[in-house]
Each structure stands twice: as structure tokens, then as C-alpha cells.
């Protein structure tokens, strides 16, 4: 799923989330909490990349060009560096780790936390599942070599 697409359910995690919690911090801040953990999540994209190919290619590529981030995230990673599970395995690390720590400080903020975390990790397996099915669609409609 695009930073986009998650930056738009992070303010809408935010919204519901500000109405409904007794957060400690303004609704600004809360805003901006959301969008860097719904968004800032994906850094670790980065990393699984590097470990997958052994090179930082695709944050070179990102550093060199920034517009990739915003306008063609699809040119970011190669298809082969980053697989869905690798992915959602990371994401579900980070989110353990993020919210535990949080509740050590401010209950609150962690359940908020990890809210816009968990509709992002929701949101990253409704994708890949949506993904994975047409794909099969395709590869079962999709005529053999043989076949004439």
C-alpha cells in the first residue's frame, strides 16, 4: 500500500481517536503522531531491502531522487527485495516493541499508537491479499505455453 493511501488512514485513526481517548497531547501533535507512525513505519522497507539484496540501492535511489517517495513509489524497490511476509513479520516486531514501550510512559498514547498501527498493518494485509488473489486470477485465466 502507498504512504499516501496510509497517511490517509493515520488522520482518520487520528480522528477517531483524539474524539475518543484522553490523550495528554494536543490534537495537533496527535495528528502528527499518527502520520509519523502510519507513514514512518515503511522505513523499515528499507532495511529488509538491504538485507534481502545486500546493497542500500533502493534509499540510495530514494536520496538521490526524492520525488520517488511522493510521486513513484512503485520505482523505489525492486520487485524481488522486499517480500510480503518479511514485511508484515517487521511491521509486527516494530509495533510490539513501539506500544510496550509507549505504555511505559503514557498508556494512553499507546493504545493510540497502536491503533494507527495496527490499521496499517490491517490495511498492508487486505493489500497484499487483494494483490495475491488477482494475481492467481490471472496466472489461473492466463492461457499455457502449450495450450493453442
Do not use: K
Not at 522497507?45 to 526524492?66: D, E, K, M, V, Y
Not at 516486531?93 to 506500544?99: G, W
Request: one cysteine or more; aromatic letters at 8%; glycine letters at 4%.
Amino acid at each position: 500500500m502507498y504512504s499516501r493511501d496510509h497517511a490517509i488512514l493515520s488522520l482518520v485513526v487520528a480522528v477517531v481517536g483524539t474524539s475518543t481517548l484522553d490523550l495528554s497531547i494536543s490534537w495537533p501533535v496527535a495528528v502528527v503522531v499518527a502520520l509519523l507512525a502510519g507513514v514512518g513505519i515503511d522505513f523499515d522497507h528499507f532495511l529488509i531491502a538491504r538485507l534481502t539484496t545486500g546493497t542500500w540501492q533502493a534509499l540510495r535511489r530514494c536520496l538521490s531522487n526524492p520525488r520517488l517517495v511522493f510521486f513513484d513509489q512503485d520505482g523505489i524497490f525492486q520487485p524481488e527485495s522486499i517480500r510480503p511476509l518479511q514485511r508484515l513479520l517487521s511491521h509486527v516486531v516494530i509495533i510490539a516493541v513501539v506500544v510496550l514501550t509507549l505504555a511505559l510512559v503514557d498508556v494512553a498514547l499507546a493504545v493510540f499508537v497502536a491503533a494507527v498501527l495496527y490499521v496499517h498493518l490491517l490495511a498492508d494485509l487486505a493489500w497484499d491479499n487483494y494483490r495475491e488473489y488477482h494475481q492467481h486470477t490471472r496466472s489461473r485465466t492466463s492461457p499455457s505455453d502449450g495450450d493453442d
